[in-house]
């Protein structure tokens, strides 16, 4: 079930244009189909990114690949752009995910620089378009992998990759309705352990990721698509409508029809 056309070249907006308005779309963790990359120019905020929470600020720049469970939480007076590519391993920018924090002068206004021209070229509607923007993408690539280190698989904590390991279950499993104790027990931990891991390091527990997870995928279907409110609930694994529509209005306030009716207003005021 999709409601979003298949992205065929690379995007640029701010942050906020990317949101569409809504903070949840942002804040709550989530996956893309999409690669992203994330560039802040000002302002403050955190960011969650394969299970650990991090301080964001000026001249950060995240790479999120399709598929990485993450949640951003910009401040109040934080601004960026946000890039969506199509395939980022085809573009140069591989499949890992980065949390960059660029100090040098020239590599801030060079990707600054890239990243302005491509918003120019963006809104020109101009013949060869998209083929400017994925050459533009593949620029980004090569200043995203100059400023890369690998990290040393081999050093990394054992709570870190057993709550990476949970993130990435979290994407595979997250419409199958099984229970955060059964992705322990697929994980060979305790629902204690994973939980108290999970808190650690993104401040969360193991049931909270689940439902922000499962949250942002419904408010999603039910915000920016036509598709009947029992099929959503079949879709992501709930046992009947009604514990659905229970679980919408337990987390956000609002019953599924009425956060679908506000969304379809704040599109008319958009336009």
């Not at 955190?46 to 991090?54: A, S």
């Not at 949640?71 to 980065?98: H, S, V």
Request: some cysteine; proline content about 4%; charged content about 20%.
């Amino acid at each position: 079930m999709q409601h979003q056309p298949t992205l065929t070249a690379p995007i640029i907006q701010t942050v906020q244009q990317y949101a569409g308005g809504a903070a949840w779309r942002l804040d709550l963790l989530h996956a893309c189909d999409h690669d992203l990359l994330i560039w802040i120019t000002r302002g403050q905020g955190r960011v969650i990114l394969e299970g650990q929470r991090r301080g964001l600020g000026v001249h950060n720049a995240l790479f999120i690949p399709a598929g990485t469970l993450h949640a951003l939480e910009p401040g109040a007076q934080c601004f960026g752009l946000a890039l969506m590519l199509p395939d980022g391993a085809a573009l140069g920018f591989g499949r890992t995910a980065r949390h960059l924090r660029i100090r040098d002068q020239q590599a801030q206004t060079e990707l600054t620089a890239l990243l302005e021209a491509m918003g120019r070229e963006n809104i020109r509607d101009a013949p060869l378009r998209d083929r400017a923007m994925r050459a533009y993408a593949q620029l980004v690539g090569v200043w995203t992998q100059r400023q890369a280190v690998e990290p040393d698989q081999q050093s990394e904590p054992a709570a870190r990759r057993l709550v990476a390991a949970y993130c990435d279950l979290l994407v595979r499993q997250y419409r199958s309705g099984i229970t955060m104790t059964g992705l322990a027990e697929a994980l060979d931990v305790t629902p204690t352990h994973l939980s108290r891991s999970c808190k650690q390091l993104c401040g969360l527990t193991a049931a909270e990721m689940q439902t922000q997870v499962t949250l942002h995928a419904a408010r999603d279907l039910i915000e920016g698509s036509d598709a009947a409110l029992s099929r959503i609930s079949d879709h992501l694994g709930f046992g009947s409508a009604a514990y659905f529509s229970r679980f919408i209005t337990q987390h956000t306030g609002e019953c599924p029809s009425t956060l679908r009716r506000s969304a379809a207003n704040r599109v008319k005021i958009r336009k």
